[in-house]
């Protein structure tokens, strides 16, 4: 296990063929009942299994367990009607089917604990879990019971720190929240949006991150990122709430992004996880073009707080390409690894 620049992976990885359509988001399972719990349980054990075999450091499940990194949460709570899902516009960008809100929100029983316990079983190394922010959670369903973004959130934050907590018992060392929703609503973010994230991680002795991206390489987000200039400041609203916050560290995507890399200077004493990897295109970077990455950002964030990693969930990609590209990213940080500790980079 590295110890300087440890790598991850944000999110997602492709699920194997048996298991859901490939090369789609959000595929619909192709198993059900026993079958897919064991199927998701086993895809789980091999998408462990392919990040330490590519090198990766900090293991996480791939997201194998959830059809989707959201509304499979949301699935999962009291208040929520499955069967009555409405079509909203997710970010102001793209349209999606999600569940209805009808009643109190709450947790009835743990929702991913016993497949981090598994993941737990598979490795060693340290452990990383994602879960939804409460921003991105109240912009990917339908509300016919709070009437207030801001109530839901915080019933939401309440709910995923319970889940936190147990996934910390279970063995995460790494509690990461996906907030999407940050780069688009910056009055909320301001408002209420750090500090119920801060809810959400309330009393964790795991390490917590908040993953903020410009969204998966789907056409409505590179649509969307076409759209934003020349120069994405984007962060420039919401690092410095995330500098001033108790989260402990930021997950940003740098690689072929137009973020003006100065922008991570805002996160001073942050860990940053640094997105090496595009996951929009099926190129596979080589070893000296994340290592080019990671120099970028140096000047910026401490070597010590520096955590490489991919831009986004490699979900869409083909399998061999996403395996691909988490050796290259392993590669990558070994070469600046032992450029920081002076020694040329070890032979594999
Ligand atoms: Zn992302």
Not at 122 to 131: E, G, M, N, S, V
Not at 195 to 224: P, Q
Not at 258 to 266: D, T, Y
Not at 322 to 329: C, G, I, T
Request: aromatic share 8%; hydrophobic share 45%; proline share 5%.
């Amino acid at each position: 296990m590295n110890t300087l620049l440890p790598t991850s992976i944000v999110g997602s990885l492709p699920k194997p063929s048996w298991l859901a359509e490939p090369e789609i988001l959000w595929s619909p399972w192709k198993l059900e009942g026993a079958e897919l719990a064991e199927g998701r349980r086993d895809a789980l054990t091999l998408a462990a299994a392919e990040q330490l075999r590519a090198g990766i450091d900090i293991v996480s499940d791939g997201e194998q367990t959830r059809q989707h990194f959201v509304t499979t949460f949301i699935e999962h709570l009291s208040g929520v009607d499955l069967e009555r899902r409405e079509t909203v516009r997710i970010r102001n960008r793209y349209d999606a089917s999600v569940p209805t809100v009808v009643g109190a929100v709450d947790r009835e029983r743990p929702v991913f604990v016993d497949d981090a316990r598994a993941l737990r079983a598979a490795t060693d190394r340290r452990i990383k879990w994602a879960l939804p922010g409460p921003m991105t959670m109240i912009d990917t369903l339908y509300d016919r019971h709070y009437g207030s973004r801001e109530k839901l959130a915080w019933e939401f934050a309440r709910i995923l720190n319970q889940e936190a907590r147990e996934l910390e018992a279970a063995g995460v060392d790494i509690i990461q929240f996906d907030e999407p929703a940050f780069n688009v609503f910056f009055d909320d973010v301001k408002d209420w949006g750090v500090a119920t994230l801060e809810r959400a991680a309330e009393g964790l002795r795991a390490e917590t991150v908040v993953h903020i991206c410009y969204g998966y390489g789907i056409k409505a987000n590179t649509d969307w990122k076409a759209t934003l200039g020349s120069e994405w400041r984007q962060y420039e609203e919401s690092f410095p709430l995330l500098q001033r916050s108790t989260i402990d560290g930021v997950s940003l995507e740098c690689h072929n992004s137009r973020v003006p890399l100065e922008l991570i200077g805002l996160l001073r004493g942050k860990k940053v996880m640094v997105g090496a990897i595009d996951v929009a295109r099926h190129a596979v970077e080589t070893p000296e073009e994340v290592a080019a990455t990671l120099r970028a950002v140096l000047p910026f964030v401490d070597a010590d707080r520096l955590f490489p990693s991919t831009n986004c969930g490699m979900a869409p990609l083909p399998r061999r390409v996403a395996r691909e590209k988490m050796a290259a990213l392993a590669a990558g940080a070994r070469i600046v690894r032992s450029e920081l500790s002076g020694t040329a980079a070890a032979p594999r």
